[in-house]
């Protein structure tokens, strides 16, 4: 069954440290998003992607850098984790009609 | 300010109820999506509905893009229909798209 996954489900990161978030598609869709969802702001656009080896700035790219190795793989990377970036992060892939959205589980992060 | 405006923010149903859940937008619509969110959990897509209306089982989605306007009504209410409901408009631009999501409507049926 075509899915999004996203690992790991949750993390606790320290305040200056490194995450890095992964997302795996089977959907064979060509566009890849990173969402974080906050309460009172629904879901933000922090970066995407509409073809391997590139990445594209979504609403709210700062303090995140994203990665796309491959059609299926998509990351998303936090170089100095912040208080503020404690979210549930969703990643997304679609097809090229955008009409096909597939979610994935989310990702808690809590950085302290 | 918000692109994407959904209304109302919550709704508590008793089951059997009818429901209906508004967002409007204030760009040019490209297109409208609807999701579902299971509480805590990821997000389903319910339509896909650019223009006109459009049914599935006990929901009916209907984008009218000259008021800029899409709606989705949830007939005879079930508790599992509990969660929260967003829409999303997608923008069109030369970098690729993306979506614009509203801040959602919380639902929330009594059995």
């Known amino acids: 069954e075509a899915a999004v996954t996203q690992s790991p489900r949750s993390k606790v990161a320290v305040t200056g440290g490194k995450v890095t978030l992964s997302c795996h598609q089977t959907?064979?869709?060509?566009?890849m998003y990173w969402y974080r969802q906050d309460t009172g702001h629904g879901l933000r656009l922090i970066h995407y992607?509409?073809?391997?080896?590139?990445?594209e700035k979504g609403d709210i790219p700062d303090g995140y850098k994203a990665s796309r190795p491959s059609q299926e793989n998509f990351s998303l990377i936090l170089e100095l984790a912040s208080l503020s970036q404690t979210a549930v992060y969703f990643c997304?892939?679609?097809?090229?009609?955008?009409?096909?959205?597939?979610f994935g589980s989310g990702t808690r992060l809590l950085v302290i | 300010g918000q692109q994407v405006q959904q209304s109302p923010a919550s709704l508590v149903l008793q089951e059997g109820e009818n429901a209906e859940l508004q967002c409007n937008f204030s760009?040019?619509?490209?297109?409208m999506q609807w999701f579902y969110q299971r509480p805590g959990g990821s997000l389903v897509s319910l339509f896909y509905?650019?223009?006109g209306t459009k049914h599935s089982g006990r929901l009916t989605s209907t984008t009218v893009i000259k008021e800029r306007r899409s709606s989705l009504h949830i007939s005879s209410s079930q508790t599992t229909d509990s969660g929260t409901y967003l829409c999303?408009?997608?923008?069109?631009?030369?970098?690729?798209?993306?979506?614009?999501f509203g801040i959602g409507t919380l639902l929330s049926v009594k059995p």
């Open positions: 992607s509409y073809v391997a080896d590139s990445t």
């Open positions: 997304a892939s679609s097809d090229a009609r955008y009409s096909d959205y597939t």
């Open positions: 509905n650019p223009s």
């Open positions: 760009t040019s619509l490209n297109s």
């Open positions: 959907n064979n869709h060509d566009y």
């Open positions: 999303a408009l997608t923008l069109y631009g030369s970098s690729g798209n993306k979506l614009i």
